[in-house]
């Protein structure tokens, strides 16, 4: 059996004046079509031999477009559809059916692959619906059917000299080949960690990111309302959950969000205890170390300074770490930015605040900046410098990494349940959400400058609220990294007793 999806992405003039404004951020495609061909063997009985498409879904929020068609030979699929700005997106599936009496396995996947100029501001992918790669040798036995995704996006580009400019016209292919099993068919082990935690989750329209989580404000597996309709929404764990432990590399983590190409971000927590994931205090940490030594500069908020050609000490520990510990499993890893948001103004009381405490505390400056402030209501995953960026490529982020591990910002730890400390009487304290430690841990979100040039970063307090402190203090280092976005677990619940496995 032969299978392809062809697509061709044009840039539409017909809104010519809406594009010249749009192309300031991003620039237009038309995905013209797709298709999923198969071609029946001669030399098997066709009553024996019945591998065919059914049920095409398109995704929510999804660009408006010409309806995916299915041939009239069931071997095919078609669509057409015109995107115009950044994250705009469209996602069908198409389930592939074995209605006969023969196994079939996977021969092949061929698949278009973008050049390094259409990376930098386009994604195409073909994956089974659970975001899991469709590898040779997966079997379909008769019966069981399959449901491939396939999304064209437009990336939420940084640096927009990277976006193409003028008509654009790219032609992409792929094609599946089935054939008959000859006993190598290997039946695929369907656990998405993705898939798992999306089966759990809810959208967070009734939660107050301004008070700490609670039974009653924010307390399991939730998606950030505004990300629902992007390829990838985000799916974060709030409150005192007690299902986001998994192990993997020989260590314990904690899930604390997904990532916007599906990925699973984590915090380390320790190493397992008889298959158990139950650390606290200083095991939870891979040691205690200052951010930077020095604190009479602010660019030693920095997780790297100097133009980025130089460490901080906190990065330092981190890499030594993972040198020692996780590169045997890089593959398992994605590289997802991590950020050090460094953009700031200027205001009286201190020299200057930067942008993660504008979020936590408001606008005002001053010395009486917290009390007369609200903590934080709005959620940023992102920054806007890319020197801000942290990536082992060059196409998502500075490029300066030399390992994918990072930190917690102060923005996730919102999420996760956490606030800010604005006075003794309404401290924001919180010992009830799953990244209280009983310690004082960093983050990598910068805080404030001092007029005397003492440079602050933001951490989490040791009685759970979010505050900040001198970078030249001493607090616990918890790396940060993603699993990438096909991950699988082999067993498990995620619970504390029977954690997620990802890795024997």
Known sequence: MRSSFRSNTKRSMSFFVIILFVLLMGVGFAYLSQSLKINNTATIAMNAWNVHLENVVVRDGSVAATAPIIGNDKISVTASVTLSKPLDFYEYSVDVVNEGTLDAKLDTLIKTTLTEEQKKYLNYTITYKDHTEIKQNDLLAPGERETIRIVIEIKDVVDASVLPSGEVTINLSGQLNYVQDDGK??????????????????????????????????????????????????????????????????????????????????????????????????????????????????????YMYDDNTKDSTIKGVIDEWFSNNLV???????????????????????????????????????????????????????????????????????????????????????????????????????????????????????????????????????????????????????????LQPTTVFISGNGSSTTPYTITN
């Open 185 to 302: 068919g290997i039946k695929r082990n369907t656990n998405s960690l993705y898939e798992q935690i999306a089966k759990e989750t809810q959208i967070d329209t009734s939660i107050n990111f301004g008070a700490i989580s609670s039974d009653t404000n924010g307390l399991g597996v939730y998606t950030l309302e505004r990300t629902v309709n992007t390829a990838n929404p985000v799916l974060y764990y709030r409150g005192a959950v007690e299902n986001n432990n998994v192990i993997f590399g020989g260590f314990c983590w904690k899930i604390i969000r997904t990532t916007e190409t599906g990925g699973i971000k984590m915090i380390y927590n320790g190493t397992p205890t008889d298959g158990m994931c139950n650390a606290t205090g200083d095991a939870t940490e891979i040691g205690k170390s200052a951010f930077n030594t020095e604190n009479n500069d602010p660019k030693y908020v920095g």
């Open 328 to 482: 045997d499993y890089l593959s398992y890893l994605e590289d997802t930015p991590f950020y050090n948001e460094r953009d700031y103004v200027e205001g009286e009381g201190y020299l200057i605040s930067y942008s993660p405490r504008q979020r936590m505390w408001g606008n005002k400056m001053g010395q009486d900046y917290y009390a007369e402030t609200v903590p934080n209501t709005t959620i940023k995953l992102g920054a806007t410098e890319k020197n801000d960026i942290f990536t082992i490529s060059g196409n998502m982020g500075n490029g300066t990494l030399t390992y994918p591990v990072g930190l917690l910002t102060s923005d996730e730890a919102v999420l996760a349940g956490a606030r800010g400390w604005i006075s003794d009487d309404n401290p924001g304290k919180n010992e009830s959400y799953y990244l209280y430690t009983g310690l004082l841990y960093w983050t990598s979100s910068p805080n404030y400058v001092r007029v005397d040039g003492s440079t602050h970063m933001i951490y989490i307090h040791n009685t759970g609220y979010i505050g900040g402190t001198f970078v030249s203090d001493i607090g616990g280092v918890r790396p940060v990294v993603s």
